[in-house]
T-cell receptor
Framework: QKEVEQNSGPLSVPEGAIASLNCTYS??????FFWYRQYSGKSPELIMF????GDKEDGRFTAQLNKASQYVSLLIRDSQPSDSATYLC??????????FGAGTRLFVKA | DTGVSQDPRHKITKRGQNVTFRCDPI?????LYWYRQTLGQGPEFLTY????????KSRLLSDRFSAERPKGSFSTLEIQRTEQGDSAMYLC????????????FGQGTRLTVV
């Protein structure tokens, strides 16, 4: 079992729709969870982090964490073509070792 | 602060040669990470440092890979006797100490082994 699992996609949504990205993790002791965005040929950049169960909102982005289910999600509201990228879920396992999932490719159609 | 800097940006080498990459983290970031990324995959953890101490090295990493951070500032990643399977983007990231912090990535070094 991989430590961090994501659906590789691609996920295609029309402009203005909500994109929903999901991630599961295996280490029940994980404490910190991150969503990074990576454009083709570029390095990952942080979108959001979350530590507590529940929702965390930042602009058009909402991260959701359910530690009991070992599940993290990212919702992107009012999706724009510029949101088209690969979204990486990352998890801090013990001692701040950060493990990434394989990423989900998102396409937002104009 | 100019962010995380990696050098070189691109490296082409012949199979069997040794290569060394350098990473200069954001100043005062205690943690430094090395990842490897191939096309269509997420960053694969290689190793990470807290100051000069190497805290963990991936079990997937062969003995041909070694990393150092001698003074707790810049870090080097060396690959000995390169193989074609080593061709990838090598990413460095740095992060301040403590929870509630994020990792900042450099631009990466793209290695091509021919």
């Amino acid at each position: 079992q991989k430590e961090v699992e994501q659906n590789s996609g691609p996920l295609s949504v029309p402009e203005g729709a909500i994109a929903s990205l999901n991630c599961t993790y295996s280490d029940r002791g994980s404490q910190s969870f991150f969503w990074y965005r990576q454009y083709s040929g570029k390095s990952p950049e942080l979108i959001m982090f979350i530590y507590s169960n529940g929702d965390k909102e930042d602009g058009r982005f909402t991260a959701q964490l359910n530690k009991a289910s070992q599940y993290v999600s990212l919702l992107i509201r009012d999706s724009q073509p510029s949101d088209s990228a690969t979204y990486l879920c990352a998890v801090d396992t013990g001692g701040f070792k950060t493990i990434f999932g394989a990423g989900t490719r998102l396409f937002v159609k104009a | 602060d100019t962010g995380v800097s990696q050098d070189p940006r691109h490296k082409i080498t012949k199979r069997g040669q040794n290569v060394t990459f350098r990473c200069d983290p954001i100043s005062e970031h205690n943690r430094l990470y090395w990842y490897r990324q191939t096309l269509g995959q997420g960053p694969e953890f290689l190793t990470y440092f807290q100051n000069e101490a190497q805290l963990e090295k991936s079990r997937l990493l062969s003995d041909r890979f070694s990393a150092e951070r001698p003074k707790g500032s810049f870090s080097t990643l060396e690959i000995q006797r390169t193989e074609q399977g080593d061709s990838a983007m090598y990413l460095c990231a740095s992060r301040p100490t403590g929870p509630g912090t994020e990792a900042f990535f450099g631009q990466g070094t793209r290695l091509t082994v021919v």
